[in-house]
């Protein structure tokens, strides 16, 4: 049984924390802190202001990074020595999280997505702290789905384009294809249940088998068939691979950008 703080729970501090919850952790070990958020689930208590009181055992910055500077500054309140601090804000370095935060016991950058509310979000970490403090976060992660500590924190921005940013750069490319079956005729309602059928379908396929995405698009395109066809057209100068690179490098500028305006702001 831990004390958890959660400051900010807007999106993606309440798809954690659906996830925590769904995953079987006792929604009283839970404290909200949100200035506007209307209920919290059963159990949890949701303040309006860091309470007084003995530090957290846990304490995750939810809010925005554009906030970090006026957010973070009473949250000290709530960390002491033996508090594991999470921030879930894209681009806020270690160094400038831990200028605000000297006295904690384990400060550690958190990368999920939305589907951490279902157990299904890649997680990238980052952090300081002893082998327990580690051990803490990796049990902490694991009903939200799959987490890995990178390797240097320059990473952190490439995950967060990845892994963070990712779904909505695939829920684009959903929209595309239906989209494009639309143009060909096929009623868009269809079209739009279609996408998002075989996007499910391919996705878990992919997850359960021991093949690559490679080998598994050659799999689908039989030789001279519709499936090359297509793929020649993705393939054409590297189009798919260069708009992909572009995409992931634009969205990992980004964050290095909002770490620079952090930094500077703190
Ligand atoms: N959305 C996503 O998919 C992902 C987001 N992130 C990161 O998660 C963080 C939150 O993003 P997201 O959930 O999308 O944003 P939201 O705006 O949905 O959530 C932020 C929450 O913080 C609250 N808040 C604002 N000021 C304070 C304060 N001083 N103290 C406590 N809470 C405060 C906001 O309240 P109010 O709305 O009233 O201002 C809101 O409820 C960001 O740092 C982002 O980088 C990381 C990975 C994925
Ligand atoms: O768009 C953002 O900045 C946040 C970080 C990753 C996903 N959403």
Redesign the pocket.
């Known amino acids: 049984m831990s004390r958890i703080l959660l400051?900010?729970?807007?999106?993606?501090?309440?798809?954690m924390l659906t996830g925590w919850l769904a995953g079987g952790r006792a929604a009283s070990e839970f404290t909200v802190?949100?200035?506007?958020?209307a209920e919290a689930p059963a159990g949890v208590t949701l303040l309006r202001e860091i309470p007084a009181g003995d530090p957290f055992d846990v304490v995750l910055?939810?809010?925005?990074?554009q906030?970090f500077a006026?957010?973070s500054v009473?949250v000290g309140a709530a960390v002491g020595p033996g508090t594991i601090v999470l921030s879930?804000?894209?681009?806020v370095d270690l160094a400038t999280l831990r200028g605000r935060f000297p006295q904690a016991g384990a400060m550690v950058r958190v990368?999920?997505?939305?589907a951490a509310a279902m157990g299904k979000s890649p997680i990238g970490l980052f952090g300081d702290g002893d082998g327990a403090a580690r051990a803490a976060v990796n049990a902490l992660m694991a009903p939200l789905g799959t987490a890995e500590w990178l390797a240097g924190e320059e990473l952190m921005d490439v995950v967060?384009a990845l892994a963070?940013?990712g779904?909505a750069f695939v829920y684009r490319l959903i929209d595309a294809l239906a989209q494009g079956a639309a143009a060909l005729g096929l009623p868009r309602d269809q079209a739009d249940r279609l996408a998002l059928g075989m996007v499910e379908g391919a996705g878990a396929l992919a997850a359960a088998s021991p093949l690559g995405p490679g080998e598994l698009a050659d799999r689908v395109a039989s030789p001279g068939g519709t499936t090359r066809a297509g793929l020649d057209v993705l393939d054409a100068d590297g189009r798919l691979a260069r708009l992909m690179a572009d995409t992931l490098r634009a969205a990992r500028d980004r964050g290095a950008e909002m770490a620079a305006e952090a930094r500077a702001k703190s």
């Open positions: 400051v900010g729970c807007g999106n993606m501090g309440g798809a802190v949100d200035p506007f958020l910055l939810g809010f925005k990074p906030q006026e957010a009473p879930i804000l894209a681009g990368m999920p997505n939305l967060t963070g940013s779904p």
